[in-house]
């Protein structure tokens, strides 16, 4: 009977309280510069940007250089999808980190040169998506994550046309999931 309760604030309620500016996922426009003045003691300002200057000096992954010889070898779509699934998530991963690092060190920094690294990475990682070798709804999944990151924390860097590019992919992967996972959450978890 004393139990705490918690009762979620109503769609309504909820989309009242959403900022209408970017950016509002790491940090808010009126609250950077506090976020930026708590941080500069902090060893992981340090950490963050020294490992964005790291990706700066290294060239982006390319899903296009998968070694696809292994290809051959698989007798069966089963094992090419698993094999392509799991080579596509190793360049994909390690570009999300990447993306991760710039979008971090450019909110702590306001640097520039992370900004466009950031915004050149996530508009060549959108280009993947076409291609027949990514599998896997984990790519999705980083896809839309990276986009929403780079779409709020630059949203007014972006030119209309990098606005659009963005928000397609974001609509087309979280449309998908939705149309996915509509009525069928709870069935996922016993699946799993």
């Known amino acids: ?3 705490a309760r918690f009762a979620p604030p109503s769609a309504k309620e909820f989309m009242a309280d959403i900022p209408l500016s970017h950016p509002r996922i790491l940090t808010t426009s009126d609250s950077r510069d506090r976020l930026v003045a708590s941080s500069l003691d902090k060893p992981e300002r340090g950490w963050y940007i020294e490992e964005a ?3 700066l000096s290294a060239p982006m992954g390319d899903i296009n250089n998968m070694p696809l010889g292994q290809l051959e070898t698989l ?3 089963v094992m090419r999808n698993s094999w392509m699934t799991r080579e596509s998530r190793r360049i994909i991963d390690a570009e999300e980190q990447n993306v991760e690092m710039l979008t971090r060190a ?3 920094t306001g640097d ?3 900004a466009r690294e ?3 990475r996530v508009l060549t990682m959108i280009s993947w998506g076409d291609n027949e070798y990514v599998k896997g709804d984990f790519n999705d999944a980083t896809f839309l994550s990276i986009t929403s990151l780079a ?3 630059f949203h007014e860097r972006l030119t209309p046309s990098e ?4 928000l397609s992919l974001i609509d087309d992967k979280l449309g998908h999931m939705y149309d996915n996972y509509n009525n069928y959450l709870e069935n996922h978890l016993a699946e799993n």
């Not at 606005?163 to 963005?166: G, I, N, V």
Request: aromatic share 12%; glycine share 0%; charged share 30%.
């Open 1 to 3: 009977d004393n139990a």
């Open 53 to 55: 200057e790291k990706v």
């Open 75 to 77: 007798t069966n779509a």
């Open 106 to 108: 450019y909110v702590l």
């Open 112 to 114: 520039d040169k992370y």
């Open 118 to 120: 950031a915004i050149h």
């Open 151 to 153: 779409y709020d924390t």
């Open 163 to 166: 606005r659009q590019t963005m």
